[in-house]
C-alpha cells in the first residue's frame, strides 16, 4: 500500500524526522491555564531555536492531560535545539516556575519517526499558525500507539499498512502521520524519554467528535474489520492499543 497522507495546500512542507510525542499529566483544574502559558510562551520560542511545534491537544478522555508534538530535523538538532531552550533560553527561564507548578508529571515521552517521507507529518509554514485569539477548531486527532515486540516490529507496520489503515481511512478517517520508534539514545537526558519500547503511532484526523463516532460506526459495521483485520492486529501486540483522543488548541497546526 502507499501511502497517501493527508492532502494539504502546496505551500506546505515536509517536516520533522525526528519528532517527540509529549503526554503531561497536571493538576486538577489547571490544564485551560498550561495552554494559554504553552500557547502564548513556549511557541515562538521553541521555533527560534530550531524546535518545530507541531501541534498542542487536550485530551478528551482525560481533563488533565495535555499532549504536545514538536519536531527536529535530525538527533543532533534535537539537542542543539533543546540546551537552547531549557538551558539558554530566556522563556523557559521566565516561566518554568509557573509551568512546573501545574505539571504533575512530564515524563511519558515517545522519540519517533515517520515510516517512510509519505507518512510524515506535512504543515503550513509556522508563520501561518492561528493566533490566539483564534477559535479552538472543531477537528480531533486520534492518536493510536501500538506496542509490539522489536522483532515483529517490521512485520506490524507492514500488516497496518497494507490491511488496517486501509479500512481505517474507508471508514472516513484522513492519516496525517504514520511513525514508528525512533531508537537513538536520549540526547538531552533531562528529559527522560520512554527507551528501550517499540511502537508505531497512527495520526488520523477527523472533522470533530461526531465524525470520530461515525468512523466507530462504520467501523462496526465492517465484518471484515470486526471477523479479520481488528482480531489480528490485536494478536500482534504486547498490550492493548493506548488511544488519545485529541482536541487541538487554537494555535495547533495539527488538526
Avoid: C
Amino acid at each position: 500500500m502507499q501511502l497517501q497522507p493527508a492532502e494539504a495546500p502546496s505551500s506546505s512542507s515536509l517536516i520533522s524526522p525526528v519528532v517527540d510525542l509529549r503526554q503531561y499529566t497536571l493538576h486538577p483544574g489547571t490544564r485551560d491555564r498550561f495552554v494559554e502559558l504553552f500557547d502564548t510562551q513556549f511557541v515562538e520560542t521553541q521555533e527560534e531555536v530550531g524546535i518545530r511545534l507541531i501541534g498542542q491537544f487536550r485530551d478528551l478522555g482525560d481533563p488533565n492531560r495535555f499532549v504536545w508534538l514538536r519536531g527536529y530535523p535530525d538527533m543532533p538538532a534535537r539537542q542543539r535545539a533543546l540546551h537552547a531552550f531549557y538551558v539558554e533560553g530566556r522563556a523557559w527561564k521566565e516561566h518554568a516556575e509557573a509551568a512546573r507548578a501545574m505539571m504533575i508529571d512530564s515524563s511519558d515521552v515517545l522519540m519517533l519517526r515517520p515510516v517512510d517521507a509519505a507518512a510524515a507529518f506535512r504543515l503550513e509554514p509556522p508563520a501561518r499558525r492561528p493566533a490566539l485569539v483564534a477559535p479552538v477548531p472543531d477537528g480531533m486527532v486520534l492518536a493510536s500507539i501500538h506496542h509490539v515486540s522489536a522483532a515483529t516490529t517490521a512485520a506490524f507496520a507492514a500488516f497496518y499498512r497494507e490491511q488496517a489503515l486501509p479500512q481505517l481511512l474507508a471508514a472516513g478517517g484522513r492519516l496525517l502521520g504514520l511513525f514508528a520508534t525512533e531508537h537513538s539514545p536520549n540526547n538531552f537526558p533531562r528529559h527522560p524519554v520512554r527507551e528501550g519500547e517499540n511502537v508505531l503511532v497512527s495520526f488520523i484526523g477527523f472533522d470533530g467528535l461526531q465524525h470520530y463516532h461515525q468512523h466507530l460506526h462504520a467501523l462496526g459495521g465492517s465484518r471484515h474489520w470486526g471477523d479479520d483485520v481488528y482480531p489480528a492486529l490485536t494478536r500482534q501486540l504486547l498490550m492493548p492499543p493506548q488511544l488519545l483522543r485529541l482536541s487541538p488548541t487554537s494555535r495547533s497546526q495539527l488538526r
